[in-house]
């Protein structure tokens, strides 16, 4: 949220994937950070993303799968946010717990209701 690239992809492991919601693969943390740069430069400065965790399930005492809930908006509230979903492996490496492998899905909307004729 606070617009540090480099500071984002430093949660990713050195050789991290992340799978995007265009279904684009990358492959390292320096591929990450081209990627989370393009999506700065096609969303403009004034965005802001805000996560929550939804759970934490543990395969190992140093493996764990999240899930989170995402959003990203304007600064100002114009325009639609985008939401979705993330499913992120991380992994213990000794002084951090870093991200190993992502993906994210982007949530559409519920269609309306529909009345039978």
Known sequence: SKG???????????DADLVSPRAEWFQGRADIERYFSSLRKEAGQDVVRTSNVLKVRFLHPDTAVVTERWRISSADQSGSPVS??????VKDQGKAWKVVAAENTITRGTPPATTPK
């Open 84 to 89: 979705g979903f993330g499913l992120l492996v």
């Open 4 to 14: 540090d690239i480099h500071a984002a992809a430093e949660v990713y492991g050195t």
